[in-house]
C-alpha cells in the first residue's frame, strides 16, 4: 500500500515501486481504487476498465487495474447470487451507486476486498499469479478508515458474507504480507499527517513499511551556511558574468532563500528519521514525470 | 489582466468571498489572508471560515478549540473559525427536530457514517455553516475556505449529491412496497428491487435495512428537503454579492482542474472574480538564464566553489521559473478575460499573521 497526504506522489511513487518489483520477471499489479484513473493519466493511456491490463509500454510483466466500488459490487452479487443482469438494471438506476454510497464503509470492504482477490490468487499451477500487488491508496487523511474494514463492517452487518469477507481482508492486512509505505514531501502538513498515520497504523496492528521522502531536492550550499558578497563578487568576475550591486544583492537573496528552505527540511528530515521507519528519498524530477522518471525512481526504489 | 484585489476586498456589495481550487494549493491560506487583509486594510467586519487548517495556522489564528463559533484573532479585528462538520450536522438536526427524535438520530449507525465520514458531508456543512452566518447578519465579509478534496468541482456538486441522496426517491424505493410512492415505479424495476432489498438484507443483515429505513424516516420529518437547503445555498452562490477566488499553484493538476472550474462557474453564471496563482517562484535576475548559470557554475566550482554553488541554485530556479510560467500561461490564454494575482512562493510554510499580512499583500499587489 501506498499512502501520503494528498498530492505528494503516491500514484507515482506506487508506479515506481510496482515497476520496481518486476524484476527478475516477475508479475505485479498495479492498482488504484478511488475512481480517479490516475495510472491511465500517469502512462498516457485511455481510461482503465475494470480489468486487469499487461501495460505494453514497459519491457516487465506490470498490470494495472483501476477498481471501481459498483462493478466490484455487481461482480460480488454476481457471484454469490448470480445477479448477472437485474443487477445491471439496478446499477442504471442508481441503486448500485446508492448502496456503494450511503454505507462507506460497504465501498471500502469492497476495493479491499478486490485487492485479496488479486493477492491471494493463484494461478493453474497453483502458484500465486502476482508477486505482489502494489495499492495506490488513499490518502493519509483516510487511510485510517479505509484500512480498518472490520470496524466498518461490524458497524454495518452483523452476520452474513459481508462479514465474512471483511474479516478475511482484515486478517491479511495484518498479516506480513502488508506493508503500507508512507510517502512525504519534506514540508509541514505532509510531515504532520505521515507522523498522524503512523500512529493510526499502530494502533490498528497494520504493518507499516518505509518513509519515502519525494522531491528530495540535491543539498546545494550545505557547506555554506552564509553567502558572502565579496566571495560571490569574485566568481561572478572569473565566470565573466556582470558582478554589479543588484545581480550579487539578487542572487544573494536567492541563496539565502534556498538556505532557509534546505533549513527547514533539514528540521523535517531529523523529525521523520525519529519515527523509527526506514526512509527511502527519491529526487525531484526537474522536468516532471513522465515513463523515463517513472523507471528512474524505480531504479532507486529497486537498489 | 491583473487582479484588483483591494477593490473587491473593499467593496462593499461583495459580501462573501469563496477561496475554492483543488487539495493543496494554498485555498486556506489564502482565504486566511484575504480575511485578515479585509479587516486591517480594509476596516470591514469580517469572519473567515476555514477549513482543516494546518496545526499552526490553526494555532496563531487563535482555533485551538473546535466549537464551531466565530472568534476573535488575538491583536486583531478579524474573526476566525474552523468549521466542525459533525457538530454543524448535529445543529441542523436538533433546530429541526425534537430533542428525544435527535437522540435517535445521533444514536442510528447511519448517521453516524453519514455525518462524519460520507464524501460530501464536508462541502455540505461547509454551505450549511456559510448560510448561518449569512443570515446573522452580523458581518460586512465572510470569507470561505473549502474542503481539501482532490477536485476543486466537488464543493459545488457535493451538496446537491448529498441532498440527492437524503432526499432521494432510490431511498424511498429501496425501502420498499410499504411505503406510499413506489407502486408508480413499474413492475419489473420494483422486482428488481425487491430483489435487490432481499439481497441486501442477505449480505448485510437486516438490521442494516432497519437502521436504513429509521435513518430515513427520521429525515423525512424533519426537514422540507436536503434538497432545497443544498439548491438555496446554492443559489447564493450565483448571488452577485459572492465573489469566487480560485486558487491554483503552477503544476499540471491544479491548472487543469483550475480551468475546469472556471468553465463551470462561467456556466452556472457564478461571479469569478479571478485567480491566484499561489507559489510562484521569483527571481531578482531574470536576465541570467538557466543555461548561463549553469555553465559559469560548472566553470568556476573548483575556483569558487561558494558562488559556483549560487549559481546552482538560481540555474534550478531559473528552470522553474520558466516551467511556471508555461503552466500559468496554459490558463491565461485559455481564460484571457479572467483577472489573476500572482503570489510568491515563500521560503517558509506560512503559518502566522505576519507570514499571512505578506501574502495578504502580494494578493492585493502591494508588496513593499
Ligand atoms: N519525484 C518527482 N519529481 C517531480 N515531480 C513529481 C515527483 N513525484 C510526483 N511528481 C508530480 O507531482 C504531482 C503529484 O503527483 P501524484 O499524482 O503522484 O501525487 P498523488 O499523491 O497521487 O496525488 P493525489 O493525492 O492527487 O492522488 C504530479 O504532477 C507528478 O507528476
Ligand atoms: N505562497 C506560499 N509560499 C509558501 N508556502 C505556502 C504558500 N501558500 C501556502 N503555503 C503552504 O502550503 C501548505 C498548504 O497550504 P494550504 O493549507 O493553504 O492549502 P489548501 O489548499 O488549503 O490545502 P487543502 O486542500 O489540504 O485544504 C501550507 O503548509 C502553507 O503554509
Ligand atoms: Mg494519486
Ligand atoms: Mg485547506
Redesign the pocket.
Known amino acids: 500500500m501506498v499512502t ?1 497526504k ?7 511513487v506506487a508506479a515506481a515501486l510496482a515497476l520496481a518489483l518486476t524484476a527478475g520477471g516477475e508479475r505485479v499489479l498495479l492498482v488504484e481504487v478511488e475512481g480517479r484513473q ?1 495510472l491511465a493519466q500517469l502512462f498516457e493511456l485511455e481510461p482503465l476498465p475494470y480489468a486487469e491490463r499487461r501495460l505494453g509500454e514497459v519491457d516487465a510483466d506490470l498490470r494495472l487495474l483501476a477498481v471501481d466500488a459498483e462493478e466490484a459490487l455487481l461482480e460480488y452479487l454476481e457471484l454469490f447470487y448470480k445477479m448477472g443482469r437485474a443487477g445491471r438494471a439496478l446499477r442504471k438506476l442508481g441503486a448500485i451507486d446508492f448502496a456503494t454510497t450511503v454505507a462507506p464503509g460497504l465501498r471500502d470492504i469492497l476495493l479491499t476486498g478486490k485487492v485479496k482477490e488479486a493477492t491471494t490468487r493463484k494461478d493453474d499451477n497453483g502458484n500465486r499469479m502476482y508477486r505482489a500487488v502494489v495499492l ?1 491508496a488513499p ?1 493519509t487523511g483516510r487511510i485510517g478508515r479505509f484500512l480498518n474494514v472490520t470496524a466498518e463492517a461490524a458497524r454495518l452487518a452483523k452476520l452474513g458474507p459481508i462479514k465474512s469477507q471483511s474479516e478475511g481482508v482484515a486478517a491479511l492486512l495484518r498479516s506480513p504480507m502488508t506493508s503500507v509505505h508512507l ?1 512525504t514531501l519534506l514540508e509541514e502538513m505532509p510531515v504532520q499527517e505521515t507522523t498522524d498515520a503512523l500512529q493510526e497504523l499502530a494502533a490498528l496492528g497494520i504493518p507499516a513499511g518505509k518513509i519515502i521522502i ?2 528530495s531536492r540535491p543539498p546545494l550550499l550545505s557547506g555554506h551556511p552564509k553567502v558572502t558578497q565579496a566571495a560571490l563578487k569574485r566568481g561572478l568576475a572569473d565566470a565573466g558574468l556582470p558582478a554589479d550591486q543588484a545581480t550579487i544583492a539578487g542572487l544573494r537573496a536567492e541563496a539565502n532563500a534556498h538556505l532557509a528552505r534546505t533549513a527547514l527540511e533539514e528540521q523535517l528530515r531529523t523529525e521523520l528519521s525519529h519515527l523509527g521507519r526506514p526512509i527511502v528519498e ?4 526537474p522536468d ?2 513522465d515513463l523515463d522518471g517513472v523507471q528512474r ?1 524505480a531504479n532507486i526504489l529497486g537498489s | 489582466m491583473m487582479l484588483r484585489m483591494d477593490a473587491l476586498l473593499a467593496d462593499p456589495e461583495v459580501k462573501i468571498i469563496v477561496c475554492c481550487g483543488s ?1 493543496g494549493v494554498g485555498k486556506t491560506t489564502t482565504a486566511a489572508a484575504l480575511g485578515l487583509r479585509a479587516a486591517e486594510v480594509h476596516g470591514r467586519r469580517t469572519v473567515v471560515l476555514t477549513i482543516d487548517p494546518a496545526r499552526r495556522l490553526a494555532q496563531s489564528l487563535g482555533l485551538t478549540e473546535l466549537d464551531n463559533t466565530p472568534r476573535q484573532v488575538k491583536d486583531t479585528q478579524l474573526h476566525a473559525m474552523m468549521l466542525d462538520m459533525k457538530r454543524t450536522f448535529d445543529e441542523v438536526v436538533l433546530t429541526h427536530t425534537a430533542p428525544e427524535r435527535a437522540k435517535e438520530i445521533f444514536s442510528n449507525p447511519f448517521y453516524q457514517a453519514m455525518s462524519s465520514t460520507f464524501s460530501g458531508t464536508q462541502e455540505y456543512m461547509a454551505m450549511e455553516k456559510l448560510s448561518q452566518l449569512r443570515s446573522a447578519d452580523s458581518w460586512d465579509l465572510i470569507v470561505v475556505d473549502t474542503p481539501p478534496s ?1 477536485s476543486a468541482l466537488d464543493f459545488l456538486d457535493a451538496p446537491a449529491r448529498l441532498g440527492r441522496f437524503l432526499d432521494g426517491r432510490m431511498l424511498r424505493i429501496l425501502l420498499g412496497p410499504a411505503r406510499a410512492g413506489s407502486r408508480s415505479v413499474f413492475n419489473l424495476v420494483s422486482a428488481s428491487f425487491g430483489a435487490f432489498s432481499k439481497v441486501v438484507q442477505k449480505i448485510l443483515g437486516a438490521q442494516l435495512l432497519t437502521d436504513l429505513s429509521g435513518f430515513v424516516s427520521a429525515l423525512d420529518s424533519m426537514f422540507g428537503g436536503f434538497r432545497d437547503r443544498a439548491e438555496e445555498t446554492y443559489r447564493i452562490l450565483q448571488d452577485p454579492q459572492t465573489a469566487f477566488v480560485l486558487v491554483a499553484a503552477p ?3 491544479a491548472i487543469r482542474e483550475a480551468a475546469y472550474f472556471a468553465e463551470r462557474l462561467n456556466a452556472e453564471q457564478m461571479p469569478l472574480a479571478g485567480l491566484v496563482l499561489n507559489r510562484m517562484h521569483e527571481t531578482a535576475v531574470p536576465e541570467l538564464d538557466a543555461a548561463t548559470s549553469a555553465a559559469a557554475a560548472s566553470a568556476i566550482r573548483a575556483s569558487h566553489p561558494l558562488a559556483a554553488e549560487v549559481l546552482e541554485v538560481h540555474s534550478l530556479l531559473m528552470r522553474q521559473i520558466v516551467r511556471e510560467s508555461g503552466m500559468a500561461a496554459h490558463f491565461t490564454d485559455q481564460f484571457p478575460g479572467v483577472p489573476v494575482a500572482k503570489v510568491p512562493a515563500q521560503a517558509t510554510d506560512v503559518h502566522d499573521l505576519s507570514g499571512l499580512r505578506i501574502i495578504g499583500a502580494a494578493l492585493a499587489d502591494a508588496v513593499g
Do not use: H
Request: hydrophobic share 25%; net charge negative.
Open positions: 501520503g494528498g498530492g505528494v506522489g503516491k500514484t507515482t490516475g495506490d490518502p510517502v519525494n522531491g527519491l529526487p525531484l524530477l516532471g514525470v525512481l | 487539495g482532490r503544476e499540471p493538476d
